[in-house]
C-alpha cells in the first residue's frame, strides 16, 4: 500500500477553556460584543436576547454568571446563565464564534453550562435551525417552546381603529407613567414567564437605550386610569442584522378590559405609527401556543416567519 504525505501542514489542536464569570471586565465586555456582532453577521439574527445584552453592557442580578470559551487567546464562545427562576429553573443562551464553529467547542460550553446549573437548563436558541437542535439533543435537551415571530408589510391596507367608549389614547411620559406602567404589565402578563416579572430597572435601562421613543409608546386611559398599552420598536442592520424594521414590542390590556377589542384596536395604533414613519415592515413575538393571540395577529395580516426555540432538560 502506497502512502503519501499530505501537503497542507498539520493544525495543532489548540487548547480550549472555560472560565464563570459574575462580572465581565471592560474589555470582556468589548470581546463578547465582538463576537456577538461576527455572529449576528454570519446568521442574520442575533444570538443574544434584549435581556441578555442589557445585562451584558450594563449588569443586572448578581446570580447571573458569563462563560467565556477561549480558544487559546481567542475568544471563541460565550453564555449567559440566569439561574433566577426557582420555578422554571435556570434558563442560558450561548453563541460561537463563526471561526470556531464545527470543532466541539458548542458542545463543550454547553456542557459548562449544565455543570454550572447543576444539570437543570432551559436554554434559548434564536432561530429555528438543526444545528442548535442536534446540539441539545447531544446532552439531553428536548424541545419544549416555540417563541414565533411573526412579519407583514406596512404597505398592505390597514384598518383603522375603534377604541371602545370611555378610552382615550396618549403617548408614555418618563417620570411619570413607570409605575402604573408596570402594574399593568404585572397584571397583563401574570403568567407569562419573563414579561410579567418586569422590574422598574428593567424599564428604565430600556428608557435609556438609543431605540426608545416614548412617542411611539401608547397608553390607553380610561378616565385617569391607565388600562392598556402598545410599546413600539423601531430597531435596523445594526442590532439585528437587517433593514430598518418596526416591531410590535410590547401589547398588554388589563384583565378588566378584555374582550373589549382594545387590544386589537391598540395594535392597529401602533402600526398605523409604525408605517407613519416610512417602515416597509412590521414583527412581532408570540408563544407559539397562544392561538387566540396568532389567530388575531393573522387577522391583522401578519404571518408566521421564524422561532426562537427552548430547549430543556430536568434533573429527577
Not at 171 to 190: I, Q
Not at 251 to 275: E, I
Request: charged share 25%.
Amino acid at each position: 500500500m502506497a502512502c503519501f504525505a499530505s501537503r497542507t501542514p498539520r493544525v495543532r489542536p489548540v487548547t480550549a477553556r472555560v472560565e464563570v464569570r459574575q462580572r465581565l471586565d471592560d474589555q470582556e465586555i468589548t470581546d463578547v460584543l465582538a463576537l456577538v456582532e461576527a455572529a449576528t453577521e454570519a446568521d442574520g439574527v442575533r444570538p443574544l436576547n434584549e435581556h441578555v445584552m442589557l445585562h451584558l453592557r450594563y449588569g443586572g442580578d448578581p446570580r447571573a454568571r458569563s462563560l467565556l470559551l477561549h480558544a487559546g487567546d481567542a475568544l471563541a464562545g460565550y453564555a449567559h446563565v440566569d439561574p433566577t427562576d426557582e420555578v422554571e429553573g435556570p434558563s442560558g443562551e450561548l453563541v460561537i464564534h463563526p471561526a470556531y464553529r464545527r470543532q466541539g467547542h458548542g458542545r463543550r460550553l454547553l456542557r459548562a453550562v449544565l455543570d454550572e446549573t447543576g444539570g437543570r437548563l432551559r436554554l434559548w436558541a434564536h432561530g429555528d435551525n438543526d444545528g442548535a437542535g442536534a446540539l441539545a439533543a447531544s446532552l439531553g435537551l428536548q424541545r419544549v417552546r416555540s417563541l414565533w415571530q411573526m412579519r407583514r408589510s406596512l404597505f398592505a391596507p390597514l384598518a383603522p381603529y375603534t377604541l371602545p367608549d370611555g378610552v382615550r389614547l396618549r403617548t408614555f411620559e418618563p417620570g411619570r407613567d413607570e409605575e402604573e406602567w408596570l402594574k399593568v404589565n404585572a397584571a397583563a402578563f401574570a403568567h407569562h414567564p419573563e414579561q410579567g416579572a418586569w422590574t422598574l430597572d428593567d424599564l428604565l435601562r430600556r428608557e435609556g437605550e438609543p431605540w426608545f421613543d416614548p412617542a411611539g409608546f401608547f397608553l390607553a386611559v380610561r378616565g385617569e386610569r391607565l388600562v392598556g398599552f402598545h410599546w413600539t420598536k423601531i430597531h435596523g442592520s445594526s442590532e439585528h442584522g437587517h433593514e430598518p424594521l418596526g416591531e410590535v414590542y410590547v401589547v398588554g390590556v388589563d384583565p378588566s378590559q378584555q374582550g373589549t377589542g382594545l387590544g386589537k384596536a391598540l395594535t392597529l395604533a401602533g402600526l398605523s405609527h409604525l408605517r407613519s414613519r416610512g417602515l416597509a415592515q412590521a414583527m412581532l413575538y408570540v408563544d407559539g401556543t397562544n392561538t387566540a393571540a396568532i389567530r388575531l395577529y393573522e387577522s391583522l395580516g401578519f404571518a408566521r416567519w421564524d422561532a426562537d426555540v427552548m430547549y430543556a432538560t430536568t434533573v429527577s
